[in-house]
Structures are given as C-alpha cells and as structure tokens.
C-alpha cells in the first residue's frame, strides 16, 4: 500500500484499517498485540516520509511490526501470520525485501542503524538513503543500545531513532510547557536558528559556546532528551505518537538534519481496542482470543512446566530465605510474578538485561544467598559470556532455570530454546539436568536448591508429556533412572521432556523397549551407561536440543572415551539448521520428530 501521496485524513483511514486487520488475525492466530496496535501511527508515518525501498526500515524486537508488513504488499497473506509455512511474527528479509534484517532479541536495532550508516557513507550514498529505527522505550533498559549510542554520537552518523515510549518508562513530560518547548525543538525554525547559532559562536571561542550549550541546556532540563543530547544525539520530544500531522512533520525535519536524531514518541499500548489499551502485561503476546470480550479462545487442562516452576519455587522460598532470583523483562513469561509480588525484597525483574541479572546473582551468591536465574532458553544466549566468566568460574551455586527449552511454536526461530544443552554443556563447573514431569519438577528443584555449584535446570513450553512410567525418585547428581528394563537389545534414553516422547515412542513399537531417563547430561551417569552397554547394543536418544554437542554428542564422547564401540547411537535430536515458526506439532512433523514418525525410523534400524 503506497501512502506517500496521502493526505493525513487519508492516512488516518489507514491507520484504522491497519488496526481492524491486526485486531481479527491476531484474535484468530495468536501474535504480538499491545505493542503492534500502539505503533500503528509512528509505522504508517515512517512510510510516508522514508523510502522503504531505499531507506533501511529497522525494527528493534519487530513485534511491533505488524503495520509495516501490511504496508508492504503482505495484506492478502497477513492471515498467514505465525502459521506453519505462513508469514513471520518477526520481520525475516527472506519473506520480503522491505525487511532490513532478522529481528526476535531486543536492543539490536540501533547497532544495526550505525552499521548501515557506515556502509550507506563508505558507499557515498548520504544524500540519497538514511537508517531509521524503530524501538521501544523496553529495548532502552539493554547495554548494547547504548554502546551502539555511544558511537553514534561519537560519529554523527545521519540517522533518525523513532523511541516509542509506551509505558512512560524513561521520562514523563512536565504539563503543557514541556509539549511548547518539544513542538518548538522539532520545528525547522529551530533546528535552521541551532545551526546558524552555532556558525556564529565559532567567531567567539569556547566561552561562548559554553554560554549558548547552557543557555540550550537549561530549557531542555525539563524535557527528558538530556541524556541523549549528552551522548551527542540530537533530540525531539516528547511528541504524541499518534498525531501522524505531528509525526509526519517531525520526521521530514529529522530526515533532513544529517545528524543522528532521536525523537521521542509517546503512544498507548493497545491503542484501538479498549480492553487492551493501558499497561497490562498479559496482552503483549496473546494466544486466540475472542475480540468481542478478550477472553482466551483456547483453555489448556494441563498444568505447564511453568506453572510447576512457580509452585517449587514458592515452596523453596518459603522455608528458605536465601533463596532468591530475578528475571529479565518477562516476569509473567517465566512465572516470577507471584514470586515478585510475595517476597518484593528477594525477586527481581532486572529488565531486558540478561548479562546483568546473571552477573548480579552470581554475587548474591557469592554473599552466601541461592539465586534462581529465571530465563527463557533462548535469551540466556545473551548472558553466556557472563555464565562462564561470573558464574561458573567462581564456582558459584547460580541456578539457571531455563524456561521454553526446546520447540516454541509460532515464535519461530529467533525463541526455538534449543543450543542450551551444547552451549552450556562445554563450561567447566557447571551441571545439568531436566525434570521429565511434575514430580520430578520439584525434586530437580530441590536439588538444586541444596546443590553448592553452577547448574542448569530446563523445561519446555507447555505441559510435559504425559507418560505411565515409574513414579520419579529423588535426584541424585550423576544419576539416572531405570524406568522400564528388558531383555530386548533396544534402548531409549530420554532427556527432560525427551522421556515423554521416548515413551509414545515406544509404544508404538512391534517390541518391548527398555526405557531410561538419563536425568543429568552432565556429569553423566557412567556407571549405568556402563551396565546399558552391556545389555543394549542399539541406542536412541531422544531429547528437546540440537544434535551438535547435544545429549547423544555427550553419549558419544563417553562411550568413545571408554572404548565401547559395540553400541550403535541413534539421535533423535534436532539437524543442524534454525526452525521455522508454527504450530509446534506441525513444525515436528515437518522435522520427523512425531512418535509416529520416529517408531517408523527406530523399527527400520532395530
């Protein structure tokens, strides 16, 4: 949809339809909802003043991008959102040359925008392209956004930075002046009157661009644009984020300055459907919904793994004051809300700053306090140098708690929890381990809670497979547990929430099948392994993770280190390429990973 010869009535009829399609695929098919519907107005005017074609369009996040795919000929297959083989929730280059890059993690945008910068001006191409990045006032609580600032404003790299700010999270405008003073600061009057004032004090030494910068500094005292102006980036703001006559003005001023420019927009989170409008959390990411009440399309009986987290957790920290934890922007993701709002003095959420929440509870317990590190799988990807370096070199008791380990469905892949196994597996001190139901939920939490060095505990998104196995035994570092034993020559050997596929598995099979869960995959239970290998000469693994240094690489190196080599290994693990977004069901039979599928391969080779 072309709205570069639109007047603002026109787009603010685009503006509603834009809202109008998000509100029904999104109550349809699940997606990102507050953030996508404030950011209507600030996309639809950053078409109407950029080139999309030329110009780099980066998203920080890009869940709130949902109006840039609508305007970039993606209407007809927007009900294809977050749907097996259908279009990303997150911007992918692949699905549209209008998408600058890939985006999922938060605070990359703005390191993106310099570095497009720096190519646009090695390429001699300034007076005809200009980065313009779109983030969030959230993404601003990550250090990388302001090493990426901190170069801009060394540098002054032409560059427009559209902050939406919609939880007031930054700074909050001073009544009616502050709204007088930031219409005056984004006027082409005053930017022209800036550069001329400037021009003249060079004729008048440093003392007199002391008096002018103070003379500037003192009406922007009461705007919150200090910080950035210190940095060396020009700022605009605060300016209502859904005033496009405003918006659009303000962007052509930023767009021709040849300076890194920051304009700080205010929106409202929801803007457009009442029940979502304001600060509640539980409509950033919904499932379907009915858009009449808002009230959830689908009701799941199981108890998630999540859910079971928050109950072991409370329970520890209920007859143990040492326990603490934090987590990183997604208190209600991770289940530490109910933790938070309990004990307020031993829960943190510390922002979306994973390598600072890993690093300030590796010196809480180094002061003698047992931290739980509540993450996602695929954001503790950010904290890895800080697990190594602050965590398990010390040898401190940080237990990570990895939440949405494995397969994520419509998240796609930017949040598949599948490297933790092989990442963390190759740091000396560190231990791991996975429950593979409810009970043995709370007793790898107990473990845990005793066990005096780093450790990593993971969990799927969901429910765990439901199995008929063996009620769990306490854990015990470096054990496992026999679940079912028999004279066959066949072994499965499940990881976490593996044991539950391993066992649909192998009720599928023409034979018998022992089953093992293997509990820690590091340190293995070698003993066991020992006793297995003597029994069982055709193994199958089976666990949420990738295939490179996963649970059957760890296999592998032990047998090859105690020269078994009459044992063959088959891992049902994942091949070494990213996994695409979509229901979770239909994304593992596309991979082959359906018990169905799976009993087919393990009959042929047993």
Known sequence: MNVKNKKIAELEVVCTKIREEIL???????????????ATELIVAMHKVFDVKKDPFIFDVSHQAYAHK??????????????????????????????YFVAGHSSTSISLGVGAAKAIALKGEQDSRIPVVLIGDGSMTAGMVYEALNELGDRKYPMVIILNDNEMSIAKPIGAMSRILS?????????????????????????????????????????????????????????????????TEIMATAKKMGKPVIIHCQTIKGKGYEIAEGQEEKWHG????????????KKSSSKSATQIYTEALINLAKNNEKIVGATAAMPSGTGLTELMELYPDRFWDVAIAEQHAVTSMSALAKEGFKPFCTIYSTFLQRGYDQVIHDACLMDLPVVFALDRAGIVGEDGETHQGVFDVSFLRAIPNMTLFAPRDEKSFHQAMEFAAEYQHPCSLRYPRGS????????????????????????????????????????ETAMLLEEEVSILD???????????????AAKHKKWFVFSDSVK?????????????????LDVQVTSFEYEDSFITHGNTKLVEESLGLLPAQLAKKAQGLI
Request: net charge negative; hydrophobic share 35%; proline share 4%.
């Open 464 to 503: 765990f497979t439901e199995t008929d196995l063996p009620e769990s035994v306490p854990f015990e570092l470096a054990k496992s547990q026999l679940l079912r034993s028999t004279d066959g020559d066949t072994l499965f050997i499940g990881y976490g929430n593996g044991v539950g596929r391993a066992y």
């Open 548 to 564: 490179m240094g996963g649970v059957g690489s760890a296999i592998l190196e032990f047998l090859a280190k105690d020269k078994i």
């Open 518 to 532: 293997l509990r820690f995959v590091k340190p293995l239970d070698e003993e066991t392994l020992r006793d297995m």
């Open 24 to 38: 029904r695929v999104v109550s349809k098919n699940g997606g990102h909802l507050s953030s996508t519907l404030g």
């Open 286 to 297: 919904v499932g379907p919904f009915d858009l009449s009440n808002g009230n959830s399309a």
């Open 183 to 247: 219409s005056a600061m984004a006027s082409p009057f005053y930017q022209r009157f800036k550069k001329t004032t400037e021009s003249f004090v060079d004729n008048f030494g440093e003392g007199a661009h002391y008096i002018a910068k103070r003379m500037e500094e003192s009406l922007k005292l009461i705007t919150p644009g200090l910080m950035f102006e210190e940095m060396g980036i020009n700022y605009i703001g605060p300016v209502d984020g859904h005033n496009l006559s405003q918006l």
């Open 70 to 99: 609508l305007l970039t000929d993606r209407w007809e297959e927007f009900d294809t959102l977050r749907q097996f083989n259908g279009m990303c929730g997150y911007t992918k280059p692949s699905e549209s040359d209008a998408d």
